[in-house]
């Protein structure tokens, strides 16, 4: 079983920077890889970056690309996402999810609670 936490969202100016954080617990965690998602009102949700923790590889849509970056801490099991020049078409609930190496929410068998980025113009 694998529990996340996802924090840092907030509200914040087109332009601006937020770090969120995603905090993994489990024995097995180790062994996932992690994504980032986010899902702005009527729309559905959308791969935004991925790490695996084995080695460390990352992907990134082609919307957040230049912009995010993923990383992980090994030690104290977290999974960031870097977040500068951000925009108004940024803002959705941001969820971190646990699962095999993929793009698609099918993949990913954990998930977190989301936490909100609001990105005023």
């Known amino acids: 079983q694998v529990q996340l936490v996802e924090s840092g969202g907030g509200l914040v100016q087109a332009g601006g920077s937020l770090r969120l954080s995603c905090a993994a617990s489990?024995?097995?965690?180790?062994?996932?890889?992690v994504g980032w998602f986010r899902q702005s009102s009527g729309k559905e949700r959308e791969f935004v970056a991925r790490?695996?923790?084995?080695?460390?590889?990352?992907n990134h849509a082609d919307s957040v690309k230049g912009r995010f970056t993923i990383s992980r801490d090994n030690a104290k099991k977290i999974v960031y996402l870097q977040m500068n020049s951000l925009k108004p078409e940024d803002t959705a609930v941001y969820y971190c999810?646990?699962?095999?190496?993929?793009?698609?929410?099918?993949?990913?068998?954990?998930w977190g609670q989301g936490t909100q980025v609001t990105v005023s113009s």
């Open positions: 489990g024995r097995t965690v180790s062994t996932y890889a």
């Open positions: 790490i695996r923790w084995s080695d460390g590889r990352t």
């Open positions: 999810a646990a699962g095999g190496w993929g793009t698609t929410m099918s993949v990913y068998a954990y």
